[in-house]
């Protein structure tokens, strides 16, 4: 059994938020990791990327503790629903309660959607993540995610 | 070689010796090049475009020159229906290839809203109908037969041959798009099972292509609106002359059906009612005594969608009993707003004009319209909380009554998570938005039932669009747990911005609506404002809070009374008790608060539980270590009062300026704080404390 990705397992850094986005290649992770880093927040925030989980053994020393797990599929093409579902397998409980969200690329054209919405639904619903629903290379809406990604929490 | 003219390009295709050949042929790609550029960048006028598209549909070059020449079809203004109807004949002749004919048909779609009239157009409808067993072209056929399409056209055999094909091809979207709308004119004829979300029948499949005449319309029209000042009149919208409308806008223009011909003009001899017998034309309509005098003449308009624009037409809407015409215009809404909000990318002004006509439209039939609310619940799945904000909430307030589980589900939920991730001023909307919802829904869709009846009451409005199945037994229920879901989002909401002004503004907004439901809309009492939200607000830093908090436990107290009084000895109802003990205890916590200085005393009254007593322990208390606890939140020295009670003081004589002093003028002060508007206080003492003197 490979390595589960455990809330707390390192002491997290005092105001601090890091966030691990995990999307396959192509779904848009990196833009999606310069979009978070434009924000200006009131801590300091930073933003590591994976194609897939498990993380590999060897850095695991030098990686932090992840505050919040980011999903990110892309909903015009199967293969990224697969990942991600595999990827949420290797995941602590902990992160499901309101420390993950779901994010869906792709959103916006119901045309080339390569499965039906109810799919990603029923996956949100099974890990209680939240769904947001944005096409990232539209800059409008990238600006929205991001604020809805950083805004302050309880 | 220079640039041709359009005209001499124009001349070229018209000119019988003219080389036809395709290959090697120069002046021909120039020729072709020039109409080419001329219409990607102005347009080409209405005569130019009869012209060519007859060269075009003749066949007279070859294939491919012909397909190019239709694609550069792209008009500048309106499309002659001349045009139109020449290319239909030369599709009888088979001379075009099949390709070719499906393309023109494919054109006439996109231009189809510019055509400047469709009377002889719609004459060819049998015509058209039978390019329906052309496998290529049927698809676009039954588009624009779908388009053409009036209550006359539909008939039995033409519904037996569409059922045919169905069962030679198969069933196919486009088909039972055309079966679909004949089912909407002769539901008794065509009897066609569908699935329960309605699909989108026909796709757009040159989108490109419409992409490029929408550009070129817009530039047009851009260039031909004069810069005139607007002279304000009665019917703004509707009226103005067809040409000079933006072709871009969604919802079309007002054309009756009528011809022009028909029209007979009233003139002062006396005429016999049989005489007027023809329609009055729908653009002579200007004021609403124009609407009274000729309401048994008026021709309702070609497409009904032009009702959203035109004010009058709407109370026409509302008096005729017609189903037929609220079908049409769900149908039509349904259609657009599918395409545009849905399939649509990101926001855009025509969709913000349109939705603006439609909250117009509701709020002026005072009642959501059923196929608004399937639209709604499909875009908030993927809405990204942004685009068409206003207008999407706005939309939500006029939903109807459906049951809570399916309520939370599929509008409440991904309101949450809107509201969860999104800035104070966005929270402040959603609140405002949900409370509007509770608001229609006291007020239309609850209706007291009468105590010497059994029977339910039927509701007290008739609705324009089809009444939906018995609402009356569910509605009290989805209240009250909306009630609770709104209490939950508030708690949430003031937590996470720390109590934001405006938040908190909002969410006392709400225990007031709450607290006053009964005295407004007679509904029935069934639980209070959580403990969280009251407390958090007497203890609040704004005056504001502290003074509604105690207005809302007032209006709660003459709910109870007044329902009790209307009960009387039919007995208590369920739930009372509870409530009242609720209530009780809130009341003698703000009470102990701000005027018996006796805030958090659990040790002098062990036996008396208040609910403050059940929220905090002496020792949470004790751990805070503020001194004085019992008077730091009494009504001198209450934080959010205390620039108050300090203007009030510098006003005193010089020998009672000191707080010490002040105890005994504490009902100056409480007329101090009603002039600055906080009347909640005042009300709440005088409610409740008996005066000794």
């Known amino acids: 059994m490979a390595e589960i990705l455990k809330y707390l397992a390192k002491l997290p850094t005092p105001l601090t938020a890091v966030t691990l986005i995990v999307g396959d290649e192509g779904a848009g992770t990196l833009e999606l990791a310069n979009l978070l880093l434009q924000q200006i927040t009131d801590y300091h925030l930073r933003v590591h990327t994976a194609t897939r989980l498990p993380l590999p053994e060897d850095g695991a020393a030098s990686r932090p503790n992840f505050d919040f797990v980011i999903f990110l599929l892309d909903i015009t093409r199967m293969e990224s629903f697969k990942q991600t579902e595999e990827a949420l397998q290797y995941v602590d409980v902990a992160y499901f309660h309101g420390r993950s969200c779901l994010i869906v690329n792709g959103a916006k054209k119901p045309d080339r959607w390569a499965n039906d919405y109810s799919i990603v639904e029923e996956l949100a619903n099974a890990y209680n993540l939240q769904i947001i629903c944005c096409q990232l290379e539209d800059e409008e809406d990238g600006a929205v995610v991001r604020r809805r990604l950083t805004a302050p929490a309880i | ?693």
């Not at chain 2, 056209?153 to 679909?180: E, H, K, P």
């Not at chain 2, 939705?355 to 399937?374: A, C």
Request: net charge positive; aromatic share 8%.
């Open chain 2, 1 to 693: 070689m220079g640039d041709l003219y359009v005209e001499d390009a124009v001349e070229y295709f018209t000119n019988p010796h003219s080389r036809t050949a395709t290959r090697g042929n120069v002046p021909l790609s120039n020729a072709l090049a020039a109409i080419n550029k001329e219409a990607s960048a102005n347009g080409l006028s209405p005569d130019s475009i009869t012209i060519l598209l007859d060269v075009a549909a003749s066949s007279r070059f070859s294939d491919t020159v012909s397909q190019k020449l239709v694609k550069c079809l792209i008009p500048r203004h309106t499309v002659s229906e001349d045009a139109v109807v020449r290319a239909i004949s030369w599709l009888c002749t088979n001379i075009p290839s099949s390709n070719l004919q499906a393309l023109i048909v494919r054109w006439i779609l996109l231009v189809y809203d510019l055509i400047d009239s469709k009377d002889r157009l719609h004459a060819l409808y049998g015509l058209i109908f039978h390019f329906i067993e052309d496998d290529t072209m049927c698809p676009y056929i039954c588009h624009l037969l779908h388009l053409l399409t009036r209550r006359e056209d539909v008939r039995l055999f033409r519904i037996r041959r569409l059922l045919n094909l169905q069962s030679r091809v198969g069933v196919q979207t486009y088909i039972s798009g055309l079966l679909s709308i004949y089912r909407l004119y002769y539901p008794n004829i065509v009897s066609l099972v569908m699935s329960g979300r309605r699909k989108i029948f026909f796709k757009n499949t040159d989108t490109a292509w419409a992409q490029v005449i929408r550009k070129v319309q817009a530039r047009a029209n851009a260039v031909q609106r004069p810069i005139t000042v607007q002279v304000p009149s009665l019917a703004v919208r509707g009226t103005k002359p067809r040409h000079k409308r933006a072709k871009l806008q969604l919802v079309p223009s007002l054309q009756s059906a009528v011809d022009q011909t028909d029209v007979t003009v009233p003139t002062d001899s006396i005429q016999t009612s049989i005489s007027i017998t023809a329609g009055m034309k729908l653009e002579q309509i200007h004021t609403f005594e124009d609407l009274l005098t000729n309401v048994d003449r008026l021709e309702l308009p070609m497409q009904v969608a032009a009702l959203l624009r035109h004010p009058h037409l709407q109370h026409l809407l509302l008096c005729s009993s017609d189903r037929l015409l609220t079908t049409r215009l769900s149908y039509w809404l349904h259609h657009t707003l599918q395409e545009e909000l849905i399939l649509g990318n990101g926001e855009n002004d025509a969709v913000r004009e349109l939705l603006d006509m439609v909250v117009t439209f509701t709020d002026f039939i005072q009642e959501g319209v059923p196929v608004l609310d399937d639209i709604i619940i499909r875009y908030l799945m993927v809405w990204n909380g942004r685009d068409y904000r206003s207008h999407v909430l706005q939309l939500i307030t006029r939903m109807g009554m459906m049951p809570f589980s399916d309520l939370r589900e599929c509008i409440l939920e991904p309101l949450r998570q809107i509201y969860c991730s999104s800035s104070v001023y966005v929270k402040c909307q959603v609140l405002y938005c949900l409370l509007q919802l509770l608001t229609n829904y006291s007020a239309l869709e609850w209706v007291t039932p009468d105590p010497n009846s059994n029977t339910l009451p039927l509701p007290n409005t008739t609705s324009v669009f089809s009444p939906k199945a018995d609402t009356q037994a569910l509605a009290l229920t989805t209240i009250q747990e909306l009630i609770a879901y709104i209490d939950k989002l508030c708690v949430l909401g003031l937590t996470q911005e720390r109590d934001h002004a405006f938040l908190m503004h909002y969410t006392l907004s709400y225990m007031e609506l709450a607290s006053t439901l009964g005295q407004r809309f007679g509904v029935p009492l069934q639980q209070v404002v959580s403990a969280f939200l009251i407390y958090r607000c007497v203890f609040a830093l704004h005056a504001m809070a502290v003074s509604r908090v105690c207005g809302v436990i007032c209006d709660y107290c003459e709910q109870y009374r007044m329902m009790a009084k209307k009960a009387g000895d039919a007995g208590k109802q369920e739930g009372w008790d509870f409530i009242v003990n609720t209530l009780n205890g809130y009341t003698l916590d703000i009470c102990d608060t701000l005027w018996r200085s006796k805030a958090f005393s659990f040790h002098l009254n062990p036996k008396r539980s208040t609910m403050i007593y059940h929220l905090t322990s002496a020792d949470a208390v004790a751990r805070t270590r503020v001194a004085n606890f019992h008077t730091a939140f009494s009504l001198l020295q209450h934080p959010a009062l205390m620039g108050f009670t300090q203007s009030f003081l510098k006003q005193q004589p010089d020998e009672d300026r000191s707080l010490g002093h002040a105890h005994k003028h504490r009902g100056k002060l409480l007329t101090h704080l009603q002039e600055r508007h906080l009347q909640g206080v005042d009300r709440f003492i005088h409610t409740f404390i008996r005066s000794k003197d």
